[in-house]
């Protein structure tokens, strides 16, 4: 799979929207951006998942370079519930992967403000 | 719908004692189970898959083994605790796209 890079922490006021980068500059055509957040003891939760295409669902958008290298993850509107690590992690889907286990990284640390 | 039940809790246990962590699923056939440990601080670290009954594999060397003896049911065990098998234990399960996961067992090794 491939390897991405995040920054390790960011700050965002309340109610504003939140923009998480991450960089895969060794992406494969076949391997799809998946996001997951945690949040303080609890285990890791799906956001959403993109092979080009931006994606958007109830929780938050993706948004994917043209050339793949980088994708941005989107939350519209913080709250400070969204505060939590987020994972970006490159793969193939389960289907052609076989069984790969999903690989974490260290991930961003946001903290949304009040 | 499918949901992941993962127990006890929390656990705390004294060094060279024995461990048992279970993990069940619910609402799925011959799921792939992973179990992952979260040290305190650290990041997510997988320790286990199977993909499916008696097939377990083994990502690190450890104290830890696990067994899977039912089709949507993940053991991990150890015979023998160490303190630094302290952590968060998390079991998950993967569907096409994505992995759910459980609760969590904060073990702390005393």
């Known amino acids: 799979d491939a390897k991405t890079t995040q920054p390790p922490s960011m700050d965002c006021a309340e109610g504003r929207a939140a923009n998480l980068p991450c960089n895969h500059s060794?992406?494969?055509?076949?391997?799809?951006v998946y996001w997951y957040r945690q949040i303080h003891s609890q285990g890791p939760q799906y956001i959403i998942h993109g092979l080009k295409n931006n994606e958007t669902n109830e929780m938050a958008s993706l948004i994917i370079t043209e050339d793949r290298k980088s994708s941005t993850l989107i939350l519209p509107h913080a709250t400070l519930r969204d505060t939590a690590v987020y994972y970006c992690i490159v793969r193939v889907a389960r289907g052609v992967s076989g069984n790969t286990p999903l690989v974490f990284g260290k991930g961003t640390r946001l903290s949304v403000i009040a | 719908s499918q949901t992941i039940h993962q127990w006890p809790a929390t656990l705390v246990q004294p060094v060279g004692s024995p461990l048992s962590l279970e993990c069940t699923v619910e609402g799925t056939s011959n799921p792939n189970l992973y179990w992952y440990r979260q040290a305190a601080g650290r990041g997510l670290q997988l320790l286990f898959y199977?993909?499916?009954?008696?097939?377990i594999s083994s990502e690190v060397p450890q104290n830890l083994s696990a067994s899977r003896p039912q089709d949507r049911q993940f053991i991990l065990s150890s015979k023998k605790l160490l303190l630094s098998d302290s952590g968060f234990y998390l079991c998950?399960?993967?569907?096409?796209?994505?992995?759910?996961f459980g609760s969590g067992t904060r073990l702390t090794v005393v």
């Open positions: 060794t992406i494969s055509g076949n391997e799809y």
């Open positions: 199977s993909v499916g009954i008696g097939q």
């Open positions: 998950a399960w993967s569907w096409d796209y994505g992995y759910t």
